[in-house]
């Protein structure tokens, strides 16, 4: 069965040159024409690791214009582009289609499941490291883990052995959303500061105390939320990520820094909504999200 692959950015990238690598049948949805010309012009996409660059020829056509139906799908566009990638190849979904949802944040999951509820959405949350240093360039920054699981339940994908047979370390998660919790809660204690103290992660070690008491506030949100666990020592891995990522610049920092749109709505703006329909008092989040705002209002950046 083939692998579609919507969203050739750095993981998508990352899981097509893998799957492609096994020996697995992959094929790129791009968005329209222009991209497409792009991309053949390239002649594939280029995987670097480890010192290495090899270049996959894997076939591509736009999204909207193939005939073939869909069974399985990556989408792995930007959370504020899921919606309307979702519903470019929506005409192309089989009855049967399993799509792997794999955006930072929360909200644009829910949102996608629901524009096509004949589809089986399964989360992924991940902790891999690449980033594009080109176009249709990837280069594998870091070995990490990749959960999946599904909201409404069921059980485990057979095709779960093709991705560890790729090469793509993978698990199975009874309970998605404590995963995803857990991540929107490192991210919007490391990635907001970075931008607004113009730093890289490490660097943060220098703001502690604003660090502790972002961690405080969103372990008493997962609690409210009845993510105990995502809750569980928070901080103390939110200090261990700032130390082992201490070189790096965090995604919305260079995001801001390149003067893209960020993921600020599924991020720390869903972390601020979730408190107040709760009635929790946020002031330093609610505070960091305002100032947030007003720095990419200033830079001509969408705030949300």
Known sequence: MI???LGAGSLGSLWATRLARAGQ???LLLRD???LAAYRERGGLTLCEDGRETLYPIPAETAGHGGTPIHRLLLASKAYDAEEAAASVAARLAPDAEIILLQNGLGSQQAVAAHLPRARCLYASSTEGAFRDGDFRVVFAGRGQTWLGDERGGPAPAWLADLESAEIPVQWSGDILERLWRKLALNCAINPLT????CRNGELANHAEE???LCDELGHLLHACGYTLAARELQGEVERVIDATARNFSSMYQDVANGRR???AYLLAHACNEGRRRNLAQPRLEAV???LRE???QRGLPEA
Do not use: D, N
């Open 262 to 264: 960020t993921e600020i």
């Open 3 to 5: 692998w579609y692959i």
């Open 25 to 27: 049948p992959v094929q």
């Open 33 to 35: 024409r222009q991209r």
């Open 295 to 297: 720095l990419l209002r």
């Open 289 to 291: 999200h305002l100032r």
């Open 195 to 198: 931008v607004l103290h113009h």
């Open 211 to 213: 660090v502790a008491g």
